[in-house]
Structures are given as structure tokens and as C-alpha cells.
T-cell receptor, first 115, second 111 residues
Framework: DADVTQTPRNRITKTGKRIMLECSQTKGHDRMYWYRQDPGLGLRLIYYSFDVKDINKGEISDGYSVSRQAQAKFSLSLESAIPNQTALYFC??????????????FGDGTRLSIL | GQNIDQPTEMTATEGAIVQINCTYQTSGFNGLFWYQQHAGEAPTFLSYNVLDGLEEKGRFSSFLSRSKGYSYLLLKELQMKDSASYLCATANAGNNRKLIWGLGTSLAVNP
């Protein structure tokens, strides 16, 4: 089983719909992250959380929201999807102690298309 | 400010050696990571350097010079499966432990 699991893996939806992407992890890590990746733009941080109920904005949080109700789960919501949110979305986790443990471990990604 | 630069694309031949460079500007440097990402897949951790010098791990080695703000990833005995994007990222002690990511270097290994 994957240590970091994202669901769904693929999603096609229409403009204006509410969408939730789920991430769960079995690594026991405290820190979780949501990124989007677009060709030519690299990985961009949307939100991150260092503990349950802790939420921090990344560089591109507008149009997104997150929830961290349990250590193992971090969900990303698009309240009203728009076409420029079409991207590959990654969830990642990291430990909190020691610099090397800051290495982030990624889920397999969710390919989201908004028509 | 914080900035990471790496070449956009590189091409190499199977069996050869290739060096992928990364330069960075950051405050509170706390280590540099290299990740490999195959097209459409998740980035996977390759290496971490926090002290100057070379870290060797099988066919892959990573080098760091903190005074020059410079790192490279060295891939030996290239294989076709090494065709991927290679991402450089820095960890900053004063930035809530977020990683700062480069845009990646797309490596094509040709037969």
C-alpha cells in the first residue's frame, strides 16, 4: 500500500462545481502539504499544515481551502472550480525533527481537468 | 529574496555521465534536496546535502558548495529509465520549514 494516498487519481468536472481532493498518509508524519504542478511553472505550494487544525497559506491559496481534522488526513477543496485550476495536484508529507527528515514524500497525484 | 536556477533541458547518451547544476540564493540555508520526477508521476527523493562536499549513492552523487550557492547532481552509467525531470529544492531554517523548489531540469537519455 502507498504511504501517501490521494483520491481521486483523475477527475474531470465543470466550471463552478465544488471539488474535494483527499489525501491520507500512513507515515505518521505531522506535516502535510498541497501543491499544484503546471508545465513550465514547477511545483507551487497551495496550503500546508504542521499539525491537526493548523492551516497555513502557501503562495497560491486563492480559490482553494483545506481541512486537517486528523493527523493522517489533509483535504483540499475548490469551492467553485474554474478552468485555470486544471493541473496536476500533489499531496506531500514530512516529519518535523531534523533537516533530513524535512524531505517530503509525495502521493501519486490527482489529475484535475475543469471544463 | 529566494531563488533557484537550473537548466531547463539536457540531453545525454546511454552509458554516459551527466551533471545537472543548481544555483540558489537564500537566507537561513538548511540543506538542499534533489528529487527525480518521471512524467506524470510523483517526485521521489534522491539526495540531501547540508555540508559542503560530495555525497555518493550508487550511480547518483550530489555535491554542495554553500559558499558558492551551488549544487550539482551527477548521474553515471546513464540508463534510459533515467529520462526524467530532476528537481532541486532548498530547505530554509527561517521559512517555517517549507521547501523552495526549482523548476526542474528535463533530462532525455538517448540510445
Amino acid at each position: 500500500d502507498a504511504d501517501v494516498t490521494q483520491t481521486p487519481r483523475n477527475r474531470i468536472t465543470k466550471t463552478g462545481k465544488r471539488i474535494m481532493l483527499e489525501c491520507s498518509q500512513t507515515k505518521g508524519h505531522d506535516r502535510m502539504y498541497w501543491y499544484r504542478q503546471d508545465p513550465g511553472l514547477g511545483l507551487r505550494l497551495i496550503y500546508y499544515s504542521f499539525d491537526v487544525k493548523d492551516i497555513n497559506k502557501g503562495e497560491i491559496s486563492d480559490g482553494y481551502s483545506v481541512s486537517r481534522q486528523a493527523q493522517a488526513k489533509f483535504s483540499l477543496s475548490l469551492e467553485s472550480a474554474i478552468p485555470n485550476q486544471t493541473a496536476l495536484y500533489f499531496c506531500a508529507t514530512s516529519d518535523k525533527q531534523g533537516a533530513l527528515k524535512e524531505a517530503q514524500h509525495f502521493g501519486d497525484g490527482t489529475r484535475l481537468s475543469i471544463l | 529574496g529566494q531563488n533557484i536556477d537550473q537548466p531547463t533541458e539536457m540531453t545525454a547518451t546511454e552509458g554516459a555521465i551527466v551533471q545537472i547544476n543548481c544555483t540558489y540564493q537564500t537566507s537561513g540555508f538548511n540543506g538542499l534536496f534533489w528529487y527525480q520526477q518521471h512524467a506524470g508521476e510523483a517526485p521521489t527523493f534522491l539526495s540531501y546535502n547540508v555540508l559542503d562536499g560530495l555525497e555518493e549513492k550508487g550511480r547518483f552523487s550530489s555535491f554542495l558548495s554553500r559558499s558558492k550557492g551551488y549544487s550539482y547532481l551527477l548521474l553515471k552509467e546513464l540508463q534510459m529509465k533515467d529520462s526524467a525531470s530532476y528537481l532541486c529544492a532548498t530547505a530554509n531554517a527561517g521559512n517555517n520549514r517549507k521547501l523552495i523548489w526549482g523548476l526542474g531540469t528535463s533530462l532525455a537519455v538517448n540510445p
